[in-house]
C-alpha cells in the first residue's frame, strides 16, 4: 500500500465518489437510482436503536478507489437482541486491493457481530480469514419452474454477434424454449392448483397488527432479524429499487395470521441489460406454520408473479418447518451459493457457530444486502 493511499470513515464529501465506484463495479445502475438506494441503505430508518452506520472509503490522489459499507439491523438470539453491522457495497480498485485485508480488520473490530449475506468467491475467503461461519440453511434454494423464456433469450444473446443481438428478443425466445427446453430436458410445470380461497389482503403498511402477529410467530424460532413493522417498512415498502409484493392472510375473524412478500428478481444478458425475470418469495410469517394457510399464501402470490411472466419462483433459507410445504406444493429442493449468510462473531458468549444453525434460525434472501447479485 503506497503512502498517498488513505483508508478512513467517510464524510458528506465523499458521497459522489462513492456511487461513482459503485455503478462501475456492481452494474450498470443509473445515478439517481445508486443515490436512492444508498441513501436508504445506509441513513434510512429501520427500527433499530442506535442506527449508525460504518462507512470506510479508501482515497488515492483526492480520488475515492474503494469502498465498503455496513450497516446496522436488530439481531434477535433468544431474548437478546444485538445491532449488528451487514456489510455491502465492497469494491475496491485492483491497483489498490492490498488495501482489504486493513477494510475488514477495522469492519471486525467495530461491532462484536458482523452478519451478510451473499458473497463472492473472493470476498468468501477474505471473511473466513476473519473467523467467518455460514449458515446451511442459507444455501438451500426451493424453485418451482413455469418456462424457460428468459433464459432463452439470455443463451441466443450470448450467441449472436453484438450488431444481432436484438434479435434475441422475447418473441424469438418464446418460438426457441420448447424445442432446447426438449434438448436440454428442461423441466416445467403448471400452477398448482387452490382448494378452497383464503382471505389475502394487500399490505401498504406494517403496523401494530403486523407487530402482533410477529410476535408470537417469532417464537418457532430463536435466531432471526427483528423483523417488527419498522422494519418491514425500511425493507420492503421504502426500498426506493425494488418493488414488493405484500399480503396479508386473515383467518374468519379478520385476524392477521400470515404474511407473505414476494418481488421480481431481472436477470442480465451477456451486455449487462435486463433480461428475463424470475419470482422471489422474500418472506413467508405465519402464525402457524400448517399447509392449508402456507398454501393459501404462497398460491395466489404465484399467480400474481406468474402473470407477469417470470420463468421461475423461488424461495430461500425461511425455516426448515416450512420446507415439506413447500414441497408439497411443487418447490423442488436446489442448492444455491449466491445468498449465502454468514457471521463474525466476536463476543465470546455468542460464537456463530452456536447460533447459526438451520433448527434455530429464520433467515431469508430478502436479508442483508445482496441485491440478488454477490455484494461482496
Known amino acids: 500500500m503506497g503512502s498517498s493511499v488513505t ?8 458521497r459522489e465518489g462513492i456511487l461513482a465506484l459503485l455503478r462501475k463495479h456492481f452494474g450498470p445502475w443509473s445515478a439517481e437510482r445508486c443515490a436512492q438506494r444508498w441513501q436508504w441503505q445506509y441513513h434510512g430508518t429501520r427500527g433499530c436503536n442506535n442506527c449508525q452506520s460504518f462507512i470506510q472509503v479508501v482515497e488515492a490522489d483526492e480520488a475515492i478507489v474503494g469502498h ?10 433468544g431474548a437478546k437482541r444485538f445491532e449488528v453491522l451487514c456489510p455491502g457495497g465492497f469494491a475496491v480498485e485492483p491497483e489498490h486491493r492490498f488495501v482489504v485485508f486493513e477494510l475488514l480488520k477495522n469492519l471486525v473490530a467495530k461491532n462484536s457481530i458482523i452478519l451478510g449475506t451473499g458473497w463472492s468467491e473472493a470476498a468468501s475467503k477474505l471473511f473466513r480469514r476473519y473467523g467467518a461461519e455460514t449458515l446451511p440453511l442459507s444455501e438451500v434454494r426451493y424453485v418451482y ?18 450488431s444481432f443481438r436484438w434479435m434475441g428478443n422475447r418473441w424469438a425466445a418464446a418460438m426457441t424454449a420448447p424445442f432446447l427446453d426438449r434438448r436440454r430436458g428442461r423441466k416445467s410445470k403448471p400452477l398448482p392448483r387452490l382448494a378452497g380461497s383464503g382471505d389475502l389482503r394487500p399490505i401498504s403498511r406494517f403496523g401494530e397488527e403486523y407487530d402482533e402477529l410477529w410476535r408470537y410467530a417469532s417464537r418457532q424460532f430463536t435466531v432471526s432479524l427483528d423483523k417488527n413493522a419498522a422494519y418491514m417498512n425500511w425493507r420492503y415498502i421504502d426500498c426506493p429499487t425494488t418493488s414488493h ?13 400470515g404474511v407473505v412478500i414476494a418481488c421480481r428478481r431481472t436477470h442480465r444478458d451477456v451486455a449487462q441489460r435486463p433480461c428475463g425475470e424470475d419470482g422471489e418469495i422474500v418472506e ?8 392449508q394457510t402456507v398454501e393459501q399464501m404462497v398460491v395466489p402470490i404465484m399467480e400474481r408473479l406468474n402473470r407477469r411472466g417470470v420463468d421461475a419462483i ?31 462473531s466476536n463476543d465470546p458468549d455468542y460464537p456463530a457457530t452456536d447460533f447459526l444453525k438451520d433448527d434455530l434460525c429464520y433467515f431469508t434472501s430478502g436479508d442483508g444486502d445482496h441485491l440478488f447479485m454477490p455484494a461482496l
Do not use: K
Open 68 to 77: 465498503i459499507g455496513a450497516f446496522p439491523l436488530s439481531l434477535r438470539i
Open 314 to 344: 423461488a424461495t430461500m433459507g425461511l425455516q426448515p418447518r416450512l420446507h415439506p410445504i413447500l414441497e408439497e406444493i411443487g418447490f423442488e429442493r436446489t442448492a444455491c451459493r449466491w445468498g449465502t449468510l454468514f457471521a463474525v
Open 245 to 257: 409484493l405484500c399480503y396479508g392472510q386473515y383467518d374468519d375473524d379478520s385476524n392477521l395470521v
Open 145 to 162: 419452474p413455469l418456462r424457460h423464456v428468459g433464459a432463452t433469450q439470455r443463451e441466443l444473446r450470448q450467441r449472436l454477434p453484438a
Open 7 to 14: 483508508i478512513r470513515e467517510y464524510a458528506a464529501g465523499d
Open 284 to 291: 413467508l410469517i405465519v402464525r402457524d406454520p400448517d399447509r
